[in-house]
């Protein structure tokens, strides 16, 4: 049986993937972890772009990452990362909520694609390696089958570009109602067959209705990047689902030992991103402390 065969047989197929020699675990290696901050958790509005910058390089962030589009000069930006010598690894696509790859409307879908492109060059111009993309988003008017098909195709008409550019595009498991099994996101990287598509594990998004760690060790090395946040499962049972995200990092129901342990069988080396509520210095000092500790950062 051909490869693309084994991956169409469905969910065995699916648990098949962890054993196909690009994503075994191998020997297991300490995790590498590069940690930042989502530019826009930086709330110092008395600083220039470049003194955010340099707060974050103080704080011992090594990385930061922005939005596109957005309203900064991209020059300055750019003038800002080479003075302080803070790497912008990487771009979130800002418009993939409000014009959805998976819209029944081609135009709405256009005009995600044009945002996911403008996000591949705003990327590259940054130096960053990806583009995180909420891939399709299903409801009441977009099935399940027809966020899949449709996501797909839009991104593949995207895939040459970010060939070309060198960028990533990293799918994010977000509350979309969509790719909710670590086991079909596995398969829907698969599919592409491209080196330039990968995930973006969100760690905290897993915790409402999994575990974190077992996502980790069957998305393997298709996992790019991770986003950083915490849930409570009490806190969202009682007040609401979005409620579990408000507790401190450290401090809910995920289990961050048996996280980083998925992360070192995988031999994860990369980004670590926070995506909390950000602050002054105190807080994003603060907020520095827990990643160090939950990441075992030195």
Same mark, same amino acid.
């Given at each position: 049986?051909?490869?693309? #065969?084994?991956?169409?047989?469905?969910?065995?197929?699916?648990?098949?993937?962890?054993?196909?020699?690009?994503?075994?675990?191998?020997?297991? +290696?300490?995790?590498?972890v590069? #940690?930042?901050?989502?530019?826009?958790?930086?709330?110092?509005?008395?600083?220039?772009?470049a003194? #955010?910058?340099?707060?974050?390089? &103080?704080?011992?962030?090594?990385?930061?990452?922005?939005?596109?589009?957005?309203?900064?000069?991209?020059?300055?930006?750019?003038?800002?990362? &080479?003075?302080?010598?803070?790497?912008?690894?990487?771009?979130? &696509?800002?418009?993939?909520?409000e014009?959805?790859?998976?819209?029944?409307?081609?135009?709405?879908?256009?005009?995600?694609?044009?945002?996911?492109?403008?996000?591949?060059?705003?990327? @590259?111009?940054?130096?960053?390696s990806?583009?995180?993309?909420?891939?399709?988003?299903?409801?009441?008017?977009?099935?399940?089958?027809?966020?899949?098909?449709?996501?797909?195709?839009?991104?593949?008409?995207?895939?040459?570009?970010?060939?070309?550019?060198?960028?990533?595009?990293a799918?994010?498991?977000?509350?979309? +109602?969509?790719?909710?099994?670590?086991?079909?996101?596995?398969?829907? %990287?698969?599919?592409?067959?491209?080196?330039?598509?990968?995930?973006?594990?969100?760690?905290?998004? %897993?915790?409402?209705?999994?575990?974190?760690? @077992?996502?980790?060790?069957?998305?393997?090395? +298709?996992?790019?990047?991770?986003?950083?946040?915490?849930?409570?499962?009490?806190?969202?049972?009682?007040?609401?689902?979005?409620?579990?995200?408000?507790v401190?990092?450290?401090?809910?129901?995920?289990?961050?030992?048996?996280?980083?342990?998925?992360?070192?069988?995988?031999?994860?080396?990369?980004?670590?991103?926070?995506?909390?509520?950000?602050?002054?210095?105190?807080?994003?000092?603060?907020?520095? +402390?827990?990643?160090?500790?939950?990441?075992?950062?030195?």
């Amino acid at each position: 049986m051909d490869r693309r #065969k084994f991956l169409l047989t469905g969910s065995i197929g699916a648990v098949g993937l962890t054993l196909n020699a690009r994503h075994t675990f191998g020997q297991a +290696r300490k995790v590498s972890v590069r #940690k930042a901050v989502k530019f826009g958790m930086v709330e110092a509005p008395d600083l220039t772009i470049a003194g #955010k910058f340099q707060l974050l390089k &103080d704080l011992g962030y090594d990385g930061v990452e922005m939005e596109s589009p957005n309203d900064l000069d991209r020059d300055e930006v750019i003038a800002a990362r &080479d003075s302080v010598g803070l790497p912008i690894h990487g771009v979130v &696509d800002s418009v993939h909520w409000e014009k959805t790859l998976s819209d029944p409307d081609p135009a709405v879908r256009k005009a995600g694609v044009d945002g996911l492109k403008t996000a591949i060059q705003d990327s @590259h111009a940054y130096g960053g390696s990806t583009v995180l993309l909420v891939p399709a988003v299903v409801n009441k008017q977009v099935s399940y089958a027809d966020a899949y098909s449709r996501s797909q195709m839009e991104v593949r008409k995207v895939l040459p570009m970010a060939t070309e550019y060198g960028i990533k595009i990293a799918f994010e498991n977000v509350w979309n +109602r969509f790719l909710l099994s670590p086991l079909e996101c596995a398969r829907y %990287v698969d599919e592409f067959e491209s080196d330039h598509v990968g995930w973006y594990f969100d760690v905290g998004n %897993v915790v409402t209705y999994g575990w974190p760690e @077992h996502w980790i060790r069957i998305l393997g090395s +298709r996992i790019l990047k991770l986003d950083i946040k915490e849930y409570s499962r009490a806190k969202g049972e009682s007040e609401g689902p979005f409620a579990g995200f408000e507790v401190p990092l450290g401090e809910g129901d995920c289990d961050w030992t048996s996280v980083y342990e998925a992360l070192t069988e995988i031999g994860f080396e990369g980004w670590a991103t926070a995506e909390v509520p950000g602050g002054d210095r105190a807080r994003l000092e603060e907020l520095a +402390r827990r990643m160090n500790r939950v990441l075992r950062i030195q």
